[in-house]
């Protein structure tokens, strides 16, 4: 069973930058695709980029696009989610999760490009004050 964890969020101030990290352990990493998703209070759960299980295909979210670039390192079995010019409407719980099912579509947005997830972490906190 695929398990995956992620680190790296914190408290940075708007305008900054974060690192995400997904690290899995008890499967194939490099079989699955991956996604990266948010949570923000109050609100549902938003896909913010996918990559495919060999990282050429990615998609984002239309909020993040130019500003938030998803990597993987399938010798890590590690993937990357780096934040940019981070905004307050980017805080949120950030979660990763996986699937071996493919990339539907690259260089589309979340919705149109990336499939269904199953496998899931447990998240990390990131928060942008006003």
């Known amino acids: 069973q695929l398990q995956l964890v992620e680190s790296g969020g914190g408290l940075v101030q708007p305008g900054g930058s974060l690192r995400l990290s997904c690290a899995a352990s008890?499967?194939?990493?490099?079989?699955?695709?991956i996604g990266w998703f948010r949570q923000a209070p109050g609100k549902e759960r938003e896909g913010v980029s996918c990559i495919s299980a060999s990282g050429k295909s990615t998609n984002y979210a239309d909020s993040v696009t130019g500003r938030f670039t998803i990597s993987r390192d399938n010798g890590k079995k590690t993937v990357y989610l780096q934040m940019n010019s981070l905004r307050p409407e980017d805080t949120a719980v950030y979660y990763c999760a996986a699937t071996p099912a493919g990339v539907l579509f690259a260089g589309r947005t979340f919705d149109v490009g990336c499939p269904q997830f199953e496998h899931w972490g447990q998240g990390t906190l990131v928060t942008v004050p006003e």
């Open positions: 008890g499967g194939a990493m490099e079989f699955y695709s």
